[in-house]
């Protein structure tokens, strides 16, 4: 199998914390689409073979495109590719862009035969929505710069769920000032709504961004990792108790509503990245595209593809499934580390796991190297100290 990721670089305003590729301009809009459609038209040998299974918009803001936009790249995808029969399609959305567009437009409405945004989802294939509430708390929401309200964020799930069964929502903790008592309540509302799948991050603070700004003029408190770490403890118990699997590190999703396409990421499957900043995957190289929105059109409108590519060594896969594997609930494979990378890899590995299972950081079952429960939240810095320098 194989996934499509479809990157819509725009947004109505800059969330404080936030590093990916996106404009606030809209201008290109139009541009940018036809753009998107042609890079998959000149990447369709990419994936001669393999069946399609997940389609993903994600961004920015993929909720700004109208309906008959994401129709028409849905279509694209269909035209260029082998799509399987059920597939999982993803809408990365933001609760105001959900609101404001419930009232289709009369014309709409009688294109798509649907009276609600939700409809016309549905109507074009859409079948997952990914929602970024990140709070029920309006300061926390004006902290973070995010463009809805809380009102808007019970509305749109109030809705939302009425359509789809099929729904993850977006909660971060670890937010300066988010005392334990709030983050349980948030945690209990994403609950009441009887979503399937809930992704929970910690506010990282990235280089360039406003939120790194305001912490070093002393506007905004610094993270705090006990916080941070306390938090996620909590939500891993509330989430369990209500049947919620954690099979990644910031994933937790019900039986049968695990995110298709990102555990194929995490699997190592490969994926297509179409628009600018999108990365891709072949098993053997990894690419990704200019992250500047005219220089991305330019060259599709030229026949280009604005890419770069690295080739990866054996120690950059075994380092990939390293950090992939300690993630989830599948955990790194012994016997797929001799196969794929050789028995002086495994060795490796076993050397350096050694001392972390003597600290319970790791434990090994069924031949398979997992965190323990109380690590998980020190996942990425265990799996690096079973990174294999490259020295090639």
């Known amino acids: 199998m194989s996934g499509i ?3 819509i670089p725009f947004c109505k305003q800059a969330c404080h914390y936030c590093d990916f590729h996106f404009s606030t301009s809209l201008k290109s809009r139009d541009a940018m689409v036809l753009a998107l459609a042609k890079e998959m038209r000149l990447r369709k040998e990419e994936l001669p073979e393999q069946k399609v299974e997940t389609i993903y918009f994600g961004g920015g803001t993929p909720s700004l495109l109208r309906v008959d936009e994401l129709d028409f790249l849905i ?31 009369k014309h709409q409405s009688e294109v798509l035969n649907s009276t609600s945004i939700f409809e016309a989802y549905k109507h074009i294939g859409i079948n997952r929505l990914s929602i970024g509430i990140q709070s029920f708390y309006e300061q926390d929401l004006k902290l973070m710069n995010r463009a809805h309200n809380a009102r808007e964020a019970k509305q749109c799930l109030e809705e939302a769920t009425v359509y789809f069964d099929n729904i993850s929502l977006d909660l971060i903790y670890g937010i300066p000032g988010l005392t334990h008592e ?26 360039k961004t406003a939120l790194k700004a305001f912490i070093e003029k002393g506007i905004v408190d610094d993270v705090d990792d006990e916080q941070a770490q306390a938090q996620f403890m909590m939500l891993i118990a509330a989430l369990e108790a209500h049947d919620f699997v954690h099979y990644e590190l910031s994933n937790f999703g019900k039986s049968d509503y695990f995110s298709r396409n990102n555990s194929a990421y995490w699997q190592g499957k490969p994926y297509l990245g179409i628009g600018p900043s999108a990365h891709s995957f072949s098993g053997n190289e990894r690419s990704w595209n200019i992250r500047n929105n005219i220089k991305y059109i ?29 993630r989830t609930i599948w955990g790194v494979s012994l016997t797929k580390v001799e196969q794929e990378y050789g028995m002086h ?14 600290e319970h950081l790791l434990y090994i079952d069924d031949a398979t190297l997992h965190v323990t429960k109380t690590s998980k939240f020190l996942s990425d810095g265990i799996a690096s100290n079973l990174f294999k320098l490259n020295l090639s």
Do not use: C
């Open 75 to 105: 279509q694209e995808v269909y035209k260029n590719y082998k799509v399987s029969e059920a597939p999982e399609i993803t809408l990365e959305a933001n609760p105001d862009d959900l609101i404001k567009a419930q009232s289709l437009s």
């Open 298 to 326: 330019k060259a599709i409108e030229e026949g280009h593809l604005p890419k770069e590519t690295e080739v990866l060594s054996t120690t950059d896969k075994y380092n990939e499934y390293v950090m992939t594997g300690l």
């Open 345 to 358: 890899y495994k060795n490796y590995l076993l050397d350096q796991a050694e001392p972390l299972i003597k």
């Open 5 to 7: 990721y479809i990157h």
């Open 182 to 207: 709030r983050w349980q309540h948030n945690i209990d509302t994403a609950l009441s709504f009887g979503v399937s799948h809930i992704s929970s991050y910690a506010l990282t603070i990235e280089p």
